[in-house]
């Protein structure tokens, strides 16, 4: 599933293609994503101009010269495609949506799941006001620092990693980097909140590591969606070198540590931590 990183890696390079080009022309090839694309959705946005495109947690918001906004999210699978029928790769059987803009180009959205969606949001109705005020601040965003997550979970008892994953506390953390950001800041993942922001050393260091490894995977990324070769597989996101991420019973990656990597599965969802590196000294 795309996290943070891809998804502002997947914005950068969408905006190299949309950015004040038009669209020119769409065709839907199913209308069967997450949410039914509606039968006016072609119509609507050909011949608008891109204005500006940006990111909020894990959703793409395409600003049109209308002041109506494209807002994408990727699901679990999804991803774009550059020029891939030009260049020979006509074969994917994923193929969502495909979008002709005015200089030629032609962005596919490929999703091999089906559950991310397009949305045309009415600027009347400030969807994106209501989204913003759902999702608590960006994870690299200024707002989000130590101060800010004292705050927030000051009164939780639920476990550091699952409120990590909480969009409403920190927008854009997904499974993956919320494991490395623990193992980085030598937290346990199964530390309650409120004990683990007590420590302000500590709730630093979390923030610290977080954005350090978003920021780290955005720099690795480069150029996912122009690879297109990548894109026909299960996944088309690059692999970020993980330290404890499905690194199960391997011998963890700390100097001077030889402590197995260990799997629990925390509010259903996997995650991988250091047993010895990952200890809370009591202050
Ligand atoms: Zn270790």
Redesign the pocket.
């Given at each position: 599933m795309p996290e943070l990183p891809e998804v502002e890696i997947i914005k950068n390079n969408l905006s190299d293609y949309l950015a004040d080009k038009t669209f020119h022309s769409i065709e839907v090839f199913t209308n069967k994503l997450r949410y039914k694309i509606p039968h006016n959705f072609a119509d609507s946005i050909k011949n608008q101009r891109v204005t500006n495109i940006s990111r909020i947690a894990k959703y793409i918001i395409v600003g049109l010269e209308n002041d109506y906004s494209l807002l994408i999210h990727l699901g679990m699978t999804g991803n774009f495609l550059i020029n891939a029928q030009k260049m020979g790769h006509n074969d994917n059987k994923h193929v969502r949506l495909r979008f002709k803009m005015s200089d030629q180009s032609e962005i596919d959205y490929v999703d091999i799941r089906k559950f991310g969606f397009f949305k045309l949001i009415n600027p009347q109705k400030a969807e994106i006001k209501k989204l913003k005020e759902k999702l608590g601040p960006d994870a690299l965003s200024d707002e989000f620092d130590t101060k800010y997550l004292q705050e927030s979970l000051k009164n939780r008892v639920t476990n550091i990693k699952s409120a990590l994953l909480n969009q409403k506390i920190v927008g854009g953390i997904g499974n993956i980097y919320a494991s490395e950001a623990l193992f980085r800041a030598k937290i346990p993942p199964m530390m309650e909140s409120r004990k683990v922001v007590k420590n302000k050393t500590k709730t630093g260091d979390l923030i610290s590591s977080i954005k350090f490894i978003l920021h780290d995977a955005i720099k690795v990324g480069g150029s996912t969606i122009r690879d297109h070769k990548n894109l026909k597989g299960e996944s088309g996101y690059f692999q970020y070198k993980f330290n404890v991420y499905n690194r199960e019973n391997m011998i963890?990656n700390?100097q001077n540590?030889n402590?197995k990597i260990k799997k629990i599965v925390q509010t259903g969802r996997s995650t991988f931590y250091?047993e010895?590196?990952q200890k809370m000294r009591n202050r």
């Open positions: 963890c700390s540590c402590a250091c010895k590196c």
